[in-house]
């Protein structure tokens, strides 16, 4: 058998409580599990090399997090609509037509489809609990699967994994409450020149507790410089260019341990209206780098802000 197939559950979700059941949210005990399959995967080498997705948000976030808490991004990831309430019929159809270039294939979805398909691979039925992951095996074709012709190669229950998470990645001995790549952020300094002056974009945090700056988690996958791009885009709704050399970097607890960030300067090119900005609520206000650096909550920013300010008027 040359072929694999990962089926992945989707984790633990939040109730629908009148919501969608497309729009239904990954508990947090569902994230941690979904991350600990991804360390599984990537700690035993079968990270897979295309994978498709449920639209539904319990699923799609599925499949995401554990690929970074693998270690890997998300370039090989794409949205399968017909895995949302998908048959046994749509499942093998969408086998059929995977790429012979794909040796291990990932679907990340619902039951009862993605059990009745592992019982037909298979020929038994496995049990497969919400963040439960099987691995089958396959013959060398994707388009001349047949009624068990796959081999269950490991069934893995998230909740025989470790609780903790090797840092700073599989074999390590430290272990912490998140997966290794929490703990390297990025963030930037959003500035335009306005009226011959400098201006800082200030955010608000998420509970609109603090003036912030667009700050987050580095993905997997992606530059420091694109990851605070992105993060710029979510929270504070806007584009530009992202300078290559840091302007510093500081550290702080979280987890449990120290999460370190580096932070760049933003020159913004666009603001984009409030409708096609995803964190609206946190508002956001230029103002003077001086006012920026006192009301920013963390004061390690105020002499990264001051030191931008500062060449950017002596270059103007």
Known sequence: MTRELLILRH????PGRGAKD??????DKGK??????????????????????????????TAQKSLKAGGAGTEGLSKEERLYDASLKDLKSLLAKASNGTERLMLVGHNPGLKQLAAYLTGSGELLSKGMLLRIGLPDDWGKLKKGCGQLLDRVDPGDLPRLFPFP?????????????YYTQSSVIPYRLHEGAVEILVIQSSKQHHSVVPKGIKEPGLTPQASAAKEAWEEAGVEGYVEDAPLGAYGYEKWGANCTCTVYAMAVRRV?????????????????PEEAAAR???????????ALAERLRQTS
């Not at 984790?11 to 939040?14: E, I, L, M, S």
């Not at 497309?22 to 508990?27: M, S, T, Y």
């Not at 990645?169 to 790549?181: H, K, L, T």
């Open 11 to 14: 984790g633990k979700a939040q």
């Open 22 to 27: 497309r729009d239904r949210e990954l508990k």
């Open 32 to 61: 941690r599990d979904i991350q600990r399959i991804g360390v599984w995967l990537q700690e035993n080498e079968r990270l897979p090399d295309a994978i498709l997705a449920s639209p539904a948000e319990r699923a799609w976030s």
């Open 169 to 181: 990645g599989p074999g390590s001995s430290e272990m912490r409450d998140r997966p290794s790549y």
């Open 272 to 288: 984009v209206p409030e409708a096609e900005w995803k964190e609206s609520h946190r508002g956001r206000v230029w103002m003077p």
């Open 296 to 306: 920013l909550k963390q004061k390690e920013l105020g002499p990264l802000v001051m």
